[in-house]
Nanobody
């Protein structure tokens, strides 16, 4: 069984910063990618930032230059440092894990979500 646990989030004023963390654990697996998605009320879930197993990072245009994704490979954790937050960043943020147990087909797992609220 593999699971992901998110932490961080909360409320901040416009221009402030927050840090999200996600930890993956369970019986041995290979991480293909880990990342963050977000979903605002009435909107579709959208990608924020991802980091591949090889360490390549990808950012949504709105995240570029403000958000930084990083990982600790030894601990199977990722962090998302969010700076210069705007009210439009308000959403539930979800951790996404794409992984595979050795010799098995790839699988995907979502965290439970953590609320980020940015007030003007």
């Amino acid at each position: 069984q593999v699971q992901v646990v998110e932490s961080g989030g909360g409320s901040v004023q416009s221009g402030g910063s927050l840090r999200l963390s996600c930890a993956a654990s369970g019986r041995p697996f290979r991480i293909n990618s880990m990342g963050w998605y977000r979903q605002a009320p009435g909107q579709q879930r959208e990608a924020v930032a991802q980091i591949t197993g090889g360490g390549t990072t990808n950012y949504a245009d709105f995240a570029e230059g403000r958000f930084t994704i990083s990982r600790d490979s030894a601990k199977n954790t990722i962090d998302l440092q969010m700076n210069s937050l705007k009210p439009e960043d308000t959403a539930v943020y979800y951790c996404n894990l794409q992984y595979a147990h050795f010799g098995q087909r790839p699988a995907e797992l979502w965290g439970q979500g953590t609320q980020v609220t940015v007030s003007s």
